[in-house]
């Protein structure tokens, strides 16, 4: 990626919905979310601009919205739209019969994965 020297590992997140840390380690890294994202967020704006895409008015944080996630990810599990797989939940479109009409693709011509 063009900028930035990356940090090693990921980005780490807000605390979880029980104020713990995402991550246990950032006590050790001594840098809060903004520290820790700077250089991810930097490189990704130099790559825009490497790529001559113009930029968007505004760039939400998903940190911000973890509780609204999850809440709406906590309602399509209730209603049965959801599977988990690996450590993860997803989207069963199966679920949505109108999957795919904005971009024309058939649910049924996706392959899983």
Do not use: C
Request: glycine share 12%.
């Amino acid at each position: 990626m063009a900028g930035a020297q990356l940090p090693a590992g990921h980005p780490r997140h807000e605390p979880d919905r029980r104020g713990r840390p995402a991550d246990p380690q950032r006590h050790e890294h001594n840098q809060g979310l903004a520290a820790e994202t700077a250089p991810w967020i930097e490189s990704f704006f130099a790559d825009v601009d490497t790529l001559g895409i113009r930029r968007a008015h505004h760039y939400p944080r998903a940190t911000r919205y973890i509780e609204e996630m999850v809440t709406l990810i906590e309602r399509l599990e209730s209603k049965g739209v959801t599977y988990r797989s690996e450590g993860g939940i997803y989207f069963r479109i199966a679920g949505f019969p109108a999957y795919g009409r904005l971009s024309g693709i058939p649910a049924a011509g996706l392959v899983a994965g």
